[in-house]
């Protein structure tokens, strides 16, 4: 094995350790954007299909390339939009959340 | 090193540094929103720094497939309802892991077929491919059971146990062949193809209860599939974003598997050709005391402390909306509202938080099973919409059910329990629900959103007579 091999080795157990230690933290709360966050991080592979599409090496390369820069680039764009959206709705008690209280509906109902 | 290829590694250090820090965000939701933001900066750091490699000569096939991938992804991020929220990451598994496959296929065929690839290279190609492919099909097909194209129900046959077990060791075989003697196609090929078929037949009879665990485990195998890609290319932003992704698919397989008091290896082979078992008590004559909308609301305008439970149920009816407008009205009473989330309601892990907060519902009110279930016992009402084996005492006091040990919700020990439920139909583990015939239990049945709805009407009758 070469020394590449083992000090890519150590990145890998080091950020595995470091992702245990951050993400048991995670509140149960916040499960699901964990999901879609992890996997929008993941789809990082983009980088990966972007050299096998754009270093015409053989089509071979270049077709499946395109097609995994496709799927990866969906998971970016997908994943971090969905994470975002659904981060937006979490909020605190006492604060208006996006989509705001029906106040106009309540006033109706005082009325009655 | 070049300017340029500095610039690219620097790209990749900031991307994996934004990376951790955004996950870090996620341990508060206050902070949650920023840092996942900061993370999607790293994205587009790391694409740019890519972008500016000397070995990429032809930008024609990036920039097609950049945007046809923008327009597809663009609408799943935003249109997508919260609950179709399952199905919606099983499928984003599917093309994480697709992108992870064809980058190593690809690289196998460019270097001669594999005749230019070292041992150790073979190892993380044939990693890479054999869980990429195994991914691809196996969230697939939880995407079908989810969307409800494929039967939800444990699909079984004779023998299944001995077919997969046949076609696992094969797929090992080959791989480790390969890692001996890499310059062998054949065997590459029908390694990928065999993967395919592992994903299948591990995913299709696994039932749609047990689907929170799938769910975190195809999460697990995607990240690692994308870090061997890291290994195989050489690229460590790919080893360390792979690797957390990988940590965090194991970590939740894990809280999922410990809140059905089942080991993974029960839940992954345990469906392998056994129908669901049938509880051990049989509810013959024993008698459910349904109770009508108007009734139910009078119980519920005059309770001080009232706990939610929802499960699947209020996904499938889309009910958070119609739960929140029901909480305000007890609230305006002066009543109090709590939700109790069992951590496998629903389909996916934190499935119901998510939904009650798209109904603008403060996440402070959201509690933790622990955190709640000393509660139960102090409550006015405890409001049950569509979940069921979460809630069953049997899990508690019945050696001979099959959920006997799971951590449940003491939903029982409330002084009065509603129960919202379509029919009288046990729930997917197929058993019999003591609670229902509970003394202090009465049943609300019909669709969960249209009975919420009645409720709504009935209390704010109620409240203005």
């Given at each position: 094995?070469?020394?590449?091999?083992?000090?890519?080795?150590?990145?890998?157990?080091?950020?595995?350790?470091?992702?245990?230690?951050?993400?048991?933290?995670?509140?149960?709360?916040?499960?699901?954007?964990?999901?879609?966050?992890?996997?929008?991080?993941?789809?990082?592979?983009?980088?990966?299909?972007?050299?096998?599409?754009?270093?015409?090496?053989?089509?071979?390369?270049?077709?499946?390339?395109?097609?995994?820069?496709?799927?990866?680039?969906?998971?970016?764009?997908?994943?971090?939009?969905?994470?975002?959206?659904m981060l937006k709705m979490f909020r605190p008690a006492g604060k208006a959340g996006a989509g705001g209280r029906p106040l106009p509906r309540k006033a109706k109902e005082d009325e009655g | 090193m070049s300017a340029a290829e500095l610039f690219?590694?620097?790209?990749?250090?900031?991307?994996?540094?934004?990376?951790?820090?955004?996950?870090?965000?996620?341990?508060?939701?206050?902070?949650?929103?920023?840092?996942?933001?900061?993370?999607?900066?790293?994205?587009?750091?790391?694409?740019?720094?890519?972008?500016?490699?000397?070995?990429?000569?032809?930008?024609?096939?990036?920039?097609?497939?950049?945007?046809?991938?923008?327009?597809?992804?663009?609408?799943?991020?935003?249109?997508?309802?919260?609950?179709?929220?399952?199905?919606?990451?099983?499928?984003?598994?599917?093309?994480?892991?697709?992108?992870?496959?064809?980058?190593?296929?690809?690289?196998?065929?460019?270097?001669?077929?594999?005749?230019?690839?070292?041992?150790?290279?073979?190892?993380?190609?044939?990693?890479?491919?054999?869980?990429?492919?195994?991914?691809?099909?196996?969230?697939?097909?939880?995407?079908?059971?989810?969307?409800?194209?494929?039967?939800?129900?444990?699909?079984?046959?004779?023998?299944?146990?001995?077919?997969?077990?046949?076609?696992?060791?094969?797929?090992?075989?080959?791989?480790?062949?390969l890692v001996y003697q890499p310059h062998t196609p054949w065997a590459f090929y029908v390694m990928c193809v065999l993967g395919l078929f592992i994903g299948v037949s591990l995913v299709l009879p696994i039932g749609g209860a047990d689907m929170p665990v799938v769910i975190s485990l195809l999460n697990s195998y995607a990240g690692l599939a994308s870090s061997a890609t890291g290994f195989a290319i050489g690229n460590e932003v790919l080893i360390i974003a792979g690797a957390l992704d990988g940590a965090?698919?194991?970590?939740?397989?894990?809280?999922?598997?410990?809140?059905?008091?089942?080991?993974?290896?029960?839940?992954?082979?345990?469906?392998?050709?056994?129908?669901?078992?049938?509880?051990?008590?049989a509810a013959t004559g024993l008698a459910v005391k349904p109770v009508s909308a108007e009734d139910a609301a009078i119980q519920l305008g005059y309770a001080r402390s009232v706990i939610v439970v929802p499960g699947y149920g209020m996904a499938v009816a889309q009910a958070q909306h119609a739960v929140r407008e029901l909480a305000d009205l007890i609230e305006k009473n002066g009543g109090e509202v709590k939700y109790a989330i069992h951590p496998v309601a629903g389909r996916m892990p934190g499935h119901m938080n998510v939904l009650l907060a798209e109904a603008n519902i403060p996440y402070d009110k959201?509690?933790?099973?622990?955190?709640?279930?000393?509660?139960?016992?102090?409550?006015?009402?405890?409001?049950?919409?569509?979940?069921?084996?979460?809630?069953?005492?049997?899990?508690?006091?019945?050696?001979?059910?099959?959920?006997?040990?799971?951590?449940?919700?003491?939903v029982d020990q409330a002084k009065s329990v509603i129960v919202m439920k379509r029919s009288m139909n046990p729930g997917f583990a197929g058993i019999e629900n003591e609670l229902f015939y509970n003394d202090r239990t009465t049943m609300l049945f019909g669709d969960a959103k249209s009975s919420l709805e009645k409720l709504v009407a009935e209390v704010k009758m109620n409240a203005a007579g």
């Open positions: 094995m070469q020394t590449t091999s083992i000090i890519e080795l150590y990145v890998f157990v080091l950020a595995g350790f470091v992702g245990f230690q951050i993400i048991t933290r995670v509140p149960s709360l916040l499960h699901t954007p964990l999901m879609s966050a992890t996997n929008a991080i993941s789809a990082i592979s983009l980088v990966g299909s972007l050299v096998a599409a754009g270093s015409d090496k053989n089509r071979v390369a270049t077709w499946l390339g395109f097609v995994a820069v496709t799927a990866a680039t969906i998971n970016v764009v997908g994943g971090f939009l969905i994470t975002d959206r | 690219t590694q620097a790209s990749y250090l900031a991307a994996s540094v934004l990376f951790i820090l955004g996950l870090r965000s996620l341990t508060k939701p206050d902070s949650a929103r920023r840092g996942m933001q900061q993370a999607a900066v790293g994205m587009l750091l790391a694409i740019v720094g890519t972008l500016t490699k000397e070995e990429i000569v032809d930008y024609k096939f990036i920039i097609a497939g950049l945007s046809v991938g923008t327009v597809i992804g663009y609408p799943l991020g935003m249109f997508v309802p919260m609950t179709a929220m399952p199905q919606r990451i099983a499928i984003s598994h599917m093309f994480g892991a697709l992108a992870a496959t064809l980058v190593g296929i690809a690289e196998f065929y460019t270097l001669g077929d594999g005749a230019q690839v070292s041992h150790a290279t073979m190892a993380a190609l044939g990693f890479e491919v054999m869980f990429g492919a195994l991914t691809i099909t196996g969230s697939f097909m939880a995407f079908g059971k989810l969307q409800e194209f494929l039967p939800g129900v444990p699909v079984t046959f004779r023998g299944q146990n001995a077919v997969s077990g046949v076609l696992f060791a094969v797929t090992v075989g080959l791989f480790a062949w965090s698919g194991f970590i939740l397989s894990m809280v999922m598997s410990k809140a059905m008091n089942r080991s993974f290896s029960n839940i992954l082979f345990g469906a392998f050709g056994k129908p669901p078992e049938k509880g051990a008590k959201l509690k933790e099973m622990e955190e709640i279930n000393g509660e139960f016992r102090n409550t006015d009402v405890a409001l049950v919409i569509g979940a069921n084996d979460v809630v069953n005492p049997a899990a508690r006091n019945d050696r001979s059910s099959p959920i006997y040990g799971m951590p449940i919700l003491n």
